[in-house]
Nanobody, 112 residues
Framework: VQLQASGGGLVQPGGSLRLSCVAS????????MGWFRQAPGKEREFVAA???????YYADSVKGRFTISRDNAKNTVYLQMNSLKPEDTAVYYC???????WGQGTLVTVSS
């Protein structure tokens, strides 16, 4: 299984970005995916998750600003990030942590 994340970049505070994570390979066993992030000098933390059976979950710090969604036909999970803050700056990783699958990170920098 490969998870390919993209969509990071530099954005001003208050701006928006959409991250994408495309899954390929033997993905039939995956039934949930999530986004995690790691800021410089900090531990990796949970951001959001989505279950194929329904249900989305968010860290308190992003609730109301970030939205996780899935496109079954494209084997893709998205993270729409609005009202970005400087403290959202981090490397963002997509994962199916229950299966031990992690993608490479994509850097999000929120700065004026």
């Amino acid at each position: 299984v490969q998870l390919q994340a993209s969509g990071g970049g530099l954005v001003q505070p208050g701006g928006s970005l959409r991250l994408s994570c495309v899954a390929s390979g033997s993905i039939a066993s995956i039934n949930a995916m999530g986004w995690f992030r790691q800021a410089p000098g900090k531990e990796r933390e949970f951001v959001a998750a989505i279950r194929w059976s329904g249900g989305t979950y968010y860290a308190d710090s992003v609730k109301g600003r970030f939205t996780i969604s899935r496109d079954n036909a494209k084997n893709t999970v998205y993270l729409q990030m609005n009202s970005l803050k400087p403290e959202d700056t981090a490397v963002y990783y997509c994962a199916a942590p229950g299966k031990g699958y992690w993608g490479q990170g994509t850097l999000v920098t929120v700065s004026s």
